[in-house]
């Protein structure tokens, strides 16, 4: 499997580990302010139209985990030409255009098929292609299958969780308009801010997250596979501070 060149992977209800590593890589890459607006600046009609489609691509990120598996699989049709998997990485490759119309589309068009693939772009070295690489390695289990998963990052290398963050701030937000009340309820509330009824109860909950573990996510000090989809749709999370720890993995 080392070296193996693919097309996007299908993104099924149980997604593999690969299928893991690029729908992870890829919202984590969308989360990215500086790196989205590297892609946008020189294509958007004016500094308004910059913002908002940063704004719009870390918005498809954080609410990733609420689309259809079949809304998922197309817009990472929509956005990867390539992946190549070798002994230490998973190489993913995208179109910045790709990532551009992506971010411009309307709402109910998002997960539409693009009439030309990812394919052919990259076949007729089309545009402009931007590599994101996830360390991993082939673990293998048993006598002959093998497994894709993640490689352990140094700890002292790592900061913050831009995903995490911005996701944090977002539930102190919720939660400050919740305990303010002026009498509204969770579905007006959810209309204010211009999201879902279930999306606003799952992220409200993480404005109640224990002291000790914000600050660890402040700090860049969680569990290394705590990630923004895995924390925002996590059911039923714990109102005792040590059931959260241990619930999240701090203890």
Not at 194 to 200: A, D, E, I, S
């Amino acid at each position: 499997m080392s070296g193996d060149a693919a097309g996007p992977p299908p993104v099924g209800s149980r997604p593999t580990d690969l299928e893991r590593i690029v729908e992870g890589r890829l919202t984590e890459f969308l989360s990215d302010a500086a790196a989205i607006d590297a892609i946008v600046a020189p294509r958007a009609r004016d500094i308004d139209e910059r913002q908002r489609l940063v704004a719009r691509a870390a918005e498809l990120a954080e609410i990733w985990s609420d689309r259809a598996p079949a809304e998922k699989v197309t817009i990472v049709h929509r956005l990867v030409v390539a992946i190549v998997v070798t002994a230490q990485t998973v190489d993913i490759t995208i179109g910045a255009d790709a990532v551009f119309a992506l971010a411009r589309c309307r709402a109910d068009r998002i997960a539409m098929p693009d009439r030309i693939s990812g394919r052919r772009a990259l076949d007729e070295a089309e545009g402009e292609f931007i590599t994101l690489s996830v360390p991993a390695m082939l673990k293998r289990v048993g006598m002959e299958m093998r497994h894709l998963v993640e490689a352990p990052r140094n700890r002292d290398d790592r900061k913050s969780d831009r995903s995490l963050l911005r996701l944090l701030a977002r539930a102190h937000r919720f939660r400050d308009l919740l305990l303010r009340g002026d009498g509204k309820s969770i579905v007006e509330l959810a209309e204010e801010t211009g999201v879902t009824r279930p999306y606003f109860s799952r992220i409200v909950r993480l404005g109640f997250l224990a002291p000790d573990i914000t600050a660890a996510i402040l700090d860049g000090r969680q569990p290394i596979d705590l990630s923004a989809k895995r924390v925002s749709i996590t059911a039923d999370l714990a109102k005792d501070w040590s059931e959260q720890q241990r619930e999240l993995g701090f203890a």
